[in-house]
Structure formats: C-alpha cells, structure tokens
C-alpha cells in the first residue's frame, strides 16, 4: 500500500522539468548561504562581547570592529561632508564599474585559455612546450606587474585606438582568469574515450568536427569548475589592479580611499568590502547562468 502512494510521487519527481528541479535546488542553496551570512553575524557580535569580558590576542573595539547595526548605519552615510551622494550610492557606482572591467578580462581570458587548450590538446609537442610557460606565468606577483602593464599599456596607440587603465585591468583580469580555464579545458577535451574518438574516425569526421561535435560537449563538466575559478581570478585581479594602478571609480580605490578615513569612519570601510565581496558574487551567478545554459541538454542526475 504504501508504494502504491510513493510510485506516483517518485514518477511526477522524474518528470518534473529539469529548470524547475535547479530552481528548487538554488532557492536551497540560498537559504543555506543566508543561514551562514546569519552565522557569521552572531559569530561577529559573540566576539565583540567577548571581548569585553576576556583579553583576546586582536583587537575587538568599535574602532576596528565595530557592530553590525553600525556597519549597515554606514550605508546611509553621506560620503562626503556637503554632497547628497550616499556611501551605498558611491559603493554601488564603484562595483559596477568594475564589474564590467572583470567581465570583460573574464571574457578575455577565457577566449585565451580555450584557444590555448585547443592548440596544446590537437598538438601534442606544442602541450609540452607550452604548458610549462602557462603554469609558469601565474608565479609573476600580480602587484609588481601591475604598474608595468600600465605603463606599457599608456604608449600603445593603434590607429583611433588608444590604451588606457581600463585596458589595462581587463589584461591584468584575463592575466589571471586564462590559467585555470586553459588547464581544466585541456583536461576536459582528453575526455572522450577511445571508443567514441574510433566512433568519429569511422565516420571520416574531420579534426575540427571531432572538437566541435565530440571534444566541446564532452569538456563542459570540466569547463564549468574552470570558469568559477577563471570568474573569481578575474575579480581579484580587477580589484587589485585598480589598487595597483590608482584606478578610479572602481571598487579597488573605494577600498583605499575609504581605509584612510578608517580611523574616524570604520564603518565605510566594512561597507567597500561588501561591495568587493558583491562583485565575486556577481561573477560566480555570472557563470552559474552560463553552467545552466549550457547544461540545459545534458541528463540530469536522478532523472531516468
């Protein structure tokens, strides 16, 4: 009696749409990453009280850790002594703009790492002779090559074309957002078997018809971790590049800028930070779309 009433339940799970089974699984996911924002806000306060019953080994004060009903106070704080704009307004401002500068290095690097592990899995000596350059170009500190790329980058004039900072923190974001991708996109387009390469072969399938048809599809569920990797480089590499280079109006500088006020105003800082800590949430939904576009097709686990 009791299959009888499981049989159907578990039928119309399976037959439910596969968007409609995401959706439920991020609503999910959702409620678990805000039950740990919530954990991390009564971790914050238990210190700070702690603080004032023991001597911890940092310091706890509301000059450098002040409440949390403080720090969201600071949203609505005018940024500059006689201007209307608030600090949320300028936070904002500040993360969108350079949300479109890590899109765009994100966007880069990707092209470069794909391009890279195409050229390296169809030629097995170029692997072998590039990979090791690849992996090598990660080891350059990223706050020492900033300045150079800037300054290179100002002389470099094509035509109507002319090199800015903004050119320059897109190549610094795609300097770090290509590694990861051409290294898992690699390892994704050596994923077909054998069988399935001798399946194409038979079929007189041409190389470029073998990546497209074969290698492509097969690479995705390596492709996909790659990309939230090459997404979060992205972002760290903009942030740190406005700070390096002195870029305005991104969110970098708003780290800075406010960090000197952070004696009087502490809270403002805390509030740059969330906003740097928004811009990698919005590139990780970024990819988490594209996971969902570009998995539309695939079976789902559990879904016979």
């Not at 692997?127 to 300045?147: D, H, M």
């Not at 399938?205 to 996909?224: C, E, G, M």
């Amino acid at each position: 009696m009791e299959s009888s009433e499981v049989e159907p339940d578990l039928i119309a799970a399976r037959r439910a749409h596969p968007v409609a089974r995401r959706l439920r699984k991020g609503a999910l996911s959702l409620m678990w990453a805000l039950a740990g924002v919530g954990l991390v806000v009564v971790m914050w306060e238990l210190v700070k009280v702690l603080g004032t019953v023991v001597a911890l080994p940092f310091d706890s004060s509301d000059d450098t850790m002040p409440h949390v009903w403080t720090i969201v106070s600071g949203f609505n704080a005018i940024e500059v002594r006689g201007s209307d704009t608030t600090v949320l307004q300028s936070v904002v401002s500040a993360t969108v703009n350079s949300l479109k500068l890590a899109l765009g290095g994100f966007a880069i690097g990707v092209s470069v790492g794909i391009l890279l592990a195409v050229i390296m899995q169809r030629f097995a000596f170029l692997e072998r002779g590039l990979l090791p350059f690849v992996i090598a170009s990660q080891t350059v500190p990223l706050i020492a090559l900033a300045p150079l790329i800037v300054g290179i980058g100002n002389k470099v004039s094509i035509g109507p074309f002319q090199w800015g900072v903004s050119q320059s923190v897109m190549f610094i974001a795609a300097y770090l957002a290509f590694f990861p991708l051409s290294v898992g996109a690699l390892r994704g387009l050596k994923a077909p078997t054998e069988t399935s390469l001798e399946l194409m072969r038979s079929y007189a399938a041409r190389p470029n018809q073998v990546l497209t048809k074969l290698s492509f599809p097969a690479s995705i569920p390596y492709l996909i971790p790659a990309m939230k990797v090459s997404a979060a480089a992205a972002v760290v590499g903009t942030v740190v590049a406005e700070i390096s280079a002195g870029v305005r109006g991104g969110i970098g500088r708003l780290v800075i800028e406010y960090s000197r006020e952070a004696t009087s105003e502490p809270a403002k800082v805390f509030v740059a930070t969330l906003g740097a800590i928004a811009l990698g949430l919005l590139a990780a939904g970024f990819v988490t779309l594209l996971d969902l576009y570009l998995t539309r097709n695939l079976p789902k686990e559990g879904v016979a």
